[in-house]
């Protein structure tokens, strides 16, 4: 029984981390929306949907090779994110 609790934990963890991302990236958005830049914010809200897909299949796999790939991939695009959020 503590087994199924503790995933119920984690779960619970993981749906607060997942609104408090959807929180600050709608805060971005936001942000972005008032610079005007149409294309920016278009890599932007790519880059995002990008890494939410790249965090969904992260959590799903269970090979170490793809693992690392994905967590690459998940690093790139938070740089990406990040430089993307800045620019004005």
């Known amino acids: ?10 779960a619970e963890s993981r749906l607060a981390e997942r609104m408090e991302e959807r929180e600050q990236e709608k805060r971005q958005a936001r942000q972005a929306a008032a610079s005007g830049d149409p294309e920016r914010l278009r890599q932007l809200e790519s880059a995002r949907l990008a890494r ?37």
């Open 1 to 10: 029984m503590g087994d199924a609790g503790e995933g119920l934990v984690d």
């Open 52 to 88: 939410t897909e790249m965090q969904r299949q992260l959590e799903l796999t269970t090979h170490p090779a793809r693992k690392q790939q994905l967590e690459n991939a998940i690093r790139e695009l938070d740089r990406r994110i990040t430089d993307l959020s800045k620019q004005k």
